[in-house]
């Protein structure tokens, strides 16, 4: 990457308190059939996902926002370290990587008092990008804590 490139590059850091264990949280982020009932904005829908998360494994999903249009996004695993860390790319072009396009997700799952703070850090976003996912991580930690609210009263 070119010096004039990586400067236009940006990070998103988002941190979020979760009463919950930390096994739990994990399997939230890598089990497919926990994955598909909370992961994305609140308002969004998984009609379809596939969770392999393992290093070297794939992740996809297609999301219907409220409006009814279909998003998708996928990637790679390139670190999955049970109960502590998971790190994958994200795209969001079905027909595989874009290089322009290409960002890379970090998840850490890290024991505060209480419960787990999940820290989650999205690198090498364009600025227009880094808006949209801000808002979007934020919106999808809030249905995460939904969806363990939701386990935690069963």
């Given amino acids: 990457m070119t010096p004039a490139a990586e400067s236009t590059r940006e990070v998103v850091a988002v941190r979020r308190r979760f009463r919950a264990q930390r096994t739990f949280l994990f399997r939230a982020w890598t089990d497919p059939a926990l994955?598909?009932?909370w992961f994305g904005p609140k308002g969004w829908t998984i009609d379809r996902c596939e969770v392999?998360?393992?290093t070297g494994g794939s992740w996809r999903a297609w999301f219907r926002r409220r409006d009814g249009a279909m998003v998708?996004?996928?990637g790679v695993y390139s670190e999955v370290?049970?109960?502590q860390r998971i790190v994958f790319t994200w795209d969001t072009n079905p027909e595989g990587a874009r290089?322009?396009?290409l960002s890379e997700v970090t998840v850490e799952f890290r024991d505060?008092?209480?419960g787990v703070e999940i820290c989650l850090t999205h690198r090498?976003?364009?600025t227009a990008r880094a808006v949209d996912m801000d808002?979007?991580?934020n919106s999808t930690l809030d249905s995460l804590q939904e969806f363990v609210d939701a386990e935690a009263a069963r």
């Fill in 35 to 37: 994955f598909a009932q």
């Fill in 52 to 54: 392999d998360a393992r």
């Fill in 72 to 74: 998708y996004a996928g």
């Fill in 81 to 83: 370290e049970p109960d």
């Fill in 99 to 101: 290089p322009e396009s």
């Fill in 112 to 114: 505060v008092a209480n």
């Fill in 124 to 126: 090498e976003l364009d």
């Fill in 135 to 137: 808002a979007g991580w």
